[in-house]
């Protein structure tokens, strides 16, 4: 009997779970998860005879290699910089993984020693990076197939609220880390190609650098430019192409709202504010204010922001909560942007009933032979949630993690080494059981449109 071992039953684990234990009934294979909280687990598995909960402590180097040792497949879903020690164990003990993280740099040092040991280390198997990769590889290969050469590309995700849970003002819910949401756009410059000129945006200027995109039967979004867009050039086989941009996706309006908060200091993550633990809401507020006598904070905060009396961004604010002087912070030394964190998080919570929506528009411009006309090919994906629980989030993050771990434990997927999933050997079946699950891409012709 195989085992798979899981590390991680966090919110984005919840498809990928019910889709292994499903497949439990069909495939002979266990399923061991581990976790610091065992009852987050016993919450997903419920009664699954081939499904066990282990508490674990991470770091206790005895229990986790005991288990790693046992497994066939170690799939982990602990935060990124976790990888590199799993990542140890399964080599000591040749065992093959599959994360939905980027590729550190500390796996791309083991990469000759695990093709030595004819192992498969899948990084970067989630929604963004993930099925971003394998949808646009798919494009880029068909492309090249009949003879294009891709000259332009652009890639846009976001996590946002779907239609008909879309009640609050900012048209915005967490469906995945908070925290990243906050502190989005941080840590660099946004790099890419435009025209084969490079472009960066520092981060006070990443929200008032958007774009527009339609999504037909879903409306009009904005996008923002994400923080690397060149690292996808080789990958990807773009040497050639003159635009290479990739965005996050948010509702109209929201980033310009967004970029108030930047500039006024509060998703600052850089220091911590003195006696933050007793701070109300409206004390945090008026501590990136000027002091006046008798201005109301209300009033410094717009004259500071320059908001009109009749500026409806106004409306955003005051929806946050954000004067309210009878609601503590409650957090001991807490940065600017975890205060941010915890305000929000009373707002933007998915309830038990909401959806979320996960959204992908990629462009693909192209020229062919003889010709002197670029070709532009767009493929849009909407993935809808069905709760708070079964997220469209978790489906695009989870399931895609499950269906390439089944396919190297069954010797589907067998090229050894540190990857992506950017080959037809794992893009092609993946992307063709997504579509089971309504997560289908829908690809057309259009004009080119020169892009951003």
């Given at each position: 009997?195989?085992?798979?071992?899981?590390?991680?039953?966090?919110?984005?684990?919840?498809?990928?779970?019910?889709?292994?234990?499903?497949?439990?009934?069909?495939?002979?294979?266990?399923?061991?998860?581990?976790d610091q909280s065992i009852t987050s687990i016993q919450e997903k598995i419920v009664d699954n005879p081939n499904a066990f909960a282990i508490a674990l402590d991470i770091h206790n180097d005895a229990e986790r290699t005991k288990l790693i040792e046992k497994a066939d497949v170690v799939i982990s879903?602990?935060?990124?910089?976790?990888?590199?020690?799993?990542?140890?164990?399964?080599?000591?003990?040749?065992?093959?993984?599959?994360?939905?993280?980027?590729?550190?740099?500390?796996?791309?040092?083991?990469?000759?020693?695990?093709?030595?040991?004819?192992?498969?280390?899948?990084?970067?198997?989630?929604?963004?990076?993930?099925?971003?990769?394998?949808?646009?590889?798919?494009?880029?290969?068909?492309?090249?197939?009949?003879?294009?050469?891709?000259?332009?590309?652009?890639?846009?995700?976001?996590?946002?609220?779907?239609?008909?849970?879309?009640?609050?003002?900012?048209?915005?819910?967490?469906?995945?880390?908070?925290?990243?949401?906050?502190?989005?756009?941080?840590?660099?410059?946004?790099?890419?190609?435009?025209?084969?000129?490079?472009?960066?945006?520092?981060?006070?200027?990443?929200?008032?650098?958007?774009?527009?995109?339609?999504?037909?039967?879903?409306?009009?979004?904005?996008?923002?430019?994400?923080?690397?867009?060149?690292?996808?050039?080789?990958?990807?086989?773009?040497?050639?192409?003159?635009?290479?941009?990739?965005?996050?996706?948010?509702?109209?309006?929201?980033?310009?709202?967004?970029?108030?908060?930047?500039?006024?200091?509060?998703?600052?993550?850089?220091?911590?504010?003195?006696?933050?633990?007793?701070?109300?809401?409206?004390?945090?507020?008026?501590?990136?204010?000027?002091?006046?006598?008798?201005?109301?904070?209300?009033?410094?905060?717009?004259?500071?922001?320059?908001?009109?009396?009749?500026?409806?961004?106004?409306?955003?604010?005051?929806?946050?909560?954000?004067?309210?002087?009878?609601?503590?912070?409650?957090?001991?030394?807490?940065?600017?942007?975890?205060?941010?964190?915890?305000?929000?998080?009373?707002?933007?919570?998915?309830?038990?009933?909401?959806?979320?929506?996960?959204?992908?528009?990629?462009?693909?411009?192209?020229?062919?032979?003889?010709?002197?006309?670029?070709?532009?090919?767009?493929?849009?994906?909407?993935?809808?949630?069905?709760?708070?629980?079964?997220?469209?989030?978790?489906?695009?993050?989870?399931?895609?993690?499950?269906?390439?771990?089944?396919?190297?434990?069954?010797?589907?997927?067998?090229?050894?080494?540190?990857?992506?999933?950017?080959?037809?050997?794992?893009?092609?079946?993946?992307?063709?059981?997504?579509?089971?699950?309504?997560?289908?891409?829908?690809?057309?012709?259009?004009?080119?449109?020169?892009?951003?």
């Amino acid at each position: 009997m195989k085992n798979i071992l899981l590390f991680g039953s966090g919110r984005s684990t919840s498809s990928l779970i019910k889709y292994l234990l499903e497949r439990t009934e069909t495939h002979p294979f266990k399923l061991h998860i581990a976790d610091q909280s065992i009852t987050s687990i016993q919450e997903k598995i419920v009664d699954n005879p081939n499904a066990f909960a282990i508490a674990l402590d991470i770091h206790n180097d005895a229990e986790r290699t005991k288990l790693i040792e046992k497994a066939d497949v170690v799939i982990s879903m602990m935060p990124a910089f976790l990888h590199p020690i799993i990542a140890a164990d399964c080599l000591k003990f040749s065992k093959h993984l599959v994360t939905a993280s980027y590729i550190s740099t500390e796996l791309k040092e083991m990469d000759a020693e695990v093709k030595a040991k004819g192992l498969i280390f899948m990084n970067e198997c989630g929604l963004d990076p993930g099925i971003d990769h394998m949808s646009a590889m798919k494009v880029l290969d068909e492309i090249r197939e009949k003879g294009g050469n891709p000259v332009h590309f652009e890639s846009f995700c976001g996590g946002l609220v779907a239609p008909e849970s879309d009640d609050n003002i900012w048209k915005y819910k967490f469906s995945w880390n908070p925290r990243n949401v906050v502190v989005a756009g941080q840590g660099g410059a946004a790099k890419f190609l435009q025209q084969g000129t490079y472009k960066y945006i520092p981060y006070q200027r990443i929200f008032k650098r958007t774009e527009f995109l339609e999504i037909e039967g879903f409306g009009r979004f904005e996008a923002y430019a994400n923080r690397d867009s060149l690292g996808y050039r080789e990958a990807y086989g773009l040497q050639n192409a003159h635009t290479i941009y990739r965005g996050t996706m948010r509702r109209v309006g929201y980033s310009r709202a967004w970029n108030m908060l930047v500039q006024l200091g509060v998703t600052d993550d850089t220091y911590t504010i003195e006696d933050s633990e007793n701070m109300t809401y409206r004390e945090f507020i008026n501590s990136f204010l000027y002091y006046h006598v008798s201005d109301s904070v209300e009033v410094k905060f717009r004259l500071t922001l320059n908001i009109e009396q009749d500026d409806t961004v106004w409306d955003k604010f005051v929806a946050l909560d954000l004067f309210n002087n009878d609601k503590k912070v409650g957090l001991k030394n807490a940065t600017p942007a975890q205060v941010m964190e915890k305000i929000l998080s009373e707002k933007w919570t998915l309830q038990p009933n909401d959806k979320d929506m996960i959204v992908m528009y990629h462009k693909f411009g192209y020229t062919m032979p003889g010709s002197t006309e670029t070709f532009q090919i767009d493929s849009t994906m909407v993935c809808l949630g069905e709760d708070a629980v079964l997220t469209g989030m978790a489906k695009t993050v989870g399931l895609p993690v499950g269906i390439i771990t089944l396919k190297i434990l069954n010797g589907e997927i067998t090229t050894p080494g540190i990857q992506m999933p950017i080959t037809k050997e794992v893009y092609e079946p993946v992307l063709k059981e997504l579509e089971t699950f309504g997560i289908i891409f829908q690809e057309k012709e259009v004009p080119y449109d020169g892009g951003i």
